[in-house]
């Protein structure tokens, strides 16, 4: 690969950068981003790579391109570089959800020009180029979709990209992935702010001062319902169909703890927290958390 | 205080007794623990207590008590004790819920002997006392109970000894405290509880290997998911009238974000994301929680 063009260099568009200057993938990396600020911080940085004024800079001098930005920004860029884009160009994009988005893509994006999507497991509840790392997917997964219309030498090469990257890969269809992370990753964010919520409304009624006294397992929410709200208000919609089932499913069973919580049953209920606990054992064997109590926090 | 007695020396009864021998407050530190694995570990850490093999030996030599067994132990315990309690003696606990379990207590323990509860604001997903120590309170709420029939010379007592395990304290009626912790602590975990437990219906379902996928924002719940059963089931069921309503209030709410999901209503979803947004940087001021990104965990 000569070139690589970022689109939006926020936490993990910088990574990115980060990444690709740090193990020397391609020869200049250009980087487009509309906020001014994210300007201003990556220019302090100095970030490995040339900030672009125009989407065409970018795309006509690159081989490839990664969208970073929020996924309701798709539709806008597409149209402004499908004058001007190549059809050997490979572009991707970190979206964390696929069905709806690709079809915005299909949709959009000039024919004969192939996008091969991808998704990396990791992120933060902060944003911006600042809290960017070059090891941010290192022994991450990264979730790189396959479907019908899939340019495999671009999917080869694509996975072959995020390895480089530090990740670990995995092919999926669409639907696969949108199912998945509607229950490993969607509900638990929608969850976290719902509960947040929740708590705020408890507190404007009762008049309480709760917030001090969120050590005992608020504080844990607030971390998650601190995250980008541009990103997962696009992550909600686009997967709402999952989404709404996986909703549908938690009430159910939320419903159902409340029902042995009220009659007092005994077995029932420490059936289900028994059999909830192995899960904690299991994510710490595969690596996918640290291993300390308190995620070694105290 | 001349000797203090631990019933139930799991994380938090041996973090008191690492406390207390620590900061010199009691000349004798007597403890009573029922399982015996519990027992060897205690002794293969040579914790500085004495391990009593009567309830009898640890009541009548010490000044104070402090019950850090499960609540649902509370009943046993105090009819064991009734026949050589002394009325002088000082009687407290962790527990962490009050009302339903100040009735079995009220019920129970021989009148004329004062039980003064107190609840720290600390803990982990972890139990045992393998996992205790001498700073888990400091820096920590600690909330102490006050209705019409506390002992006031007691709950000054029970004041300063918190404060020397390093507690900030704050004094509350019975049924403030249940609501508060309602929302902040018992909802949160039930919430956790019942995610994990709706991602294994799914997987089950589905046949997909979701756990390797958790890094994404389930994990984080599955360590509050794995916290002591036992404890949660008492918890859940001492304080079933305001989980109740939490429970009500929180399925409320996330009817309300499936209702803006599926309607694509950006306006009201955007208000939800940025207003709980503004919890965590609460928090963060509170000192309540670590001030890194992703509780400082990669």
């Known amino acids: 690969m000569k070139n690589?063009?970022?689109?939006?260099?926020?936490?993990?568009?910088?990574?990115?950068?980060?990444?690709?200057?740090?193990?020397?993938?391609?020869?200049?990396?250009?980087i487009f981003e509309k906020s001014k600020s994210n300007i201003t911080k990556i220019k302090k940085l100095r970030l490995p790579g040339i900030i672009?004024?125009?989407?065409?800079?970018?795309v006509v001098n690159s081989d490839m391109i990664i969208f970073c930005t929020p996924m309701s920004e798709y539709k806008k860029i597409i149209l402004k570089i499908n004058s001007f884009i190549l059809p050997n160009t490979l572009i991707s994009d970190i979206g964390s959800s696929k069905i709806e988005s690709s079809k915005i893509i299909k949709k959009f994006?000039?024919?004969?020009?192939?996008?091969?999507?991808?998704?990396?497991?990791?992120?933060?509840?902060?944003?911006?180029?600042?809290?960017?790392?070059?090891?941010?997917?290192?022994?991450?997964?990264?979730?790189?979709?396959?479907?019908?219309?899939?340019?495999?030498r671009?999917?080869?090469?694509?996975?072959?990209?995020?390895?480089k990257m530090g990740s670990k890969t995995v092919i999926m269809s669409p639907e696969k992935h949108d199912k998945i992370f509607s229950i490993t990753s969607h509900l638990p964010h929608l969850i976290a702010y719902n509960l947040v919520k929740s708590a705020q409304d408890f507190e404007k009624v009762s008049k309480f001062n709760l917030i001090k006294y969120s050590a005992g397992g608020l504080r844990d929410f607030s971390r998650i319902a601190?995250?980008?709200?541009?990103?997962?208000r696009d992550i909600f919609f686009d997967n709402k169909v999952h989404?709404?089932?996986a909703i549908d499913l938690f009430i159910k069973n939320l419903k159902s703890f409340k029902v042995d919580i009220n009659k007092k049953n005994n077995k029932s209920i420490l059936k289900k927290l028994i059999q909830t606990k192995k899960v904690r054992t299991k994510i710490i064997k595969l690596k996918q958390d640290i291993d300390k109590p308190d995620f070694g926090r105290d």
């Open 243 to 245: 989404i709404t089932k």
């Open 154 to 163: 671009h999917l080869k090469f694509l996975n072959s990209f995020w390895k």
């Open 4 to 30: 690589v063009f970022i689109i939006g260099c926020g936490l993990l568009g910088s990574s990115l950068v980060r990444r690709i200057s740090k193990k020397k993938i391609a020869k200049k990396i250009f």
């Open 109 to 152: 994006l000039k024919k004969g020009v192939h996008w091969t999507r991808s998704h990396p497991i990791t992120g933060s509840e902060v944003s911006g180029p600042e809290y960017g790392k070059d090891n941010m997917f290192v022994g991450k997964w990264c979730i790189l979709i396959k479907d019908k219309k899939t340019n495999s």
């Open 52 to 58: 672009v004024k125009s989407l065409e800079d970018g």
């Open 226 to 232: 601190a995250s980008n709200e541009i990103m997962w």
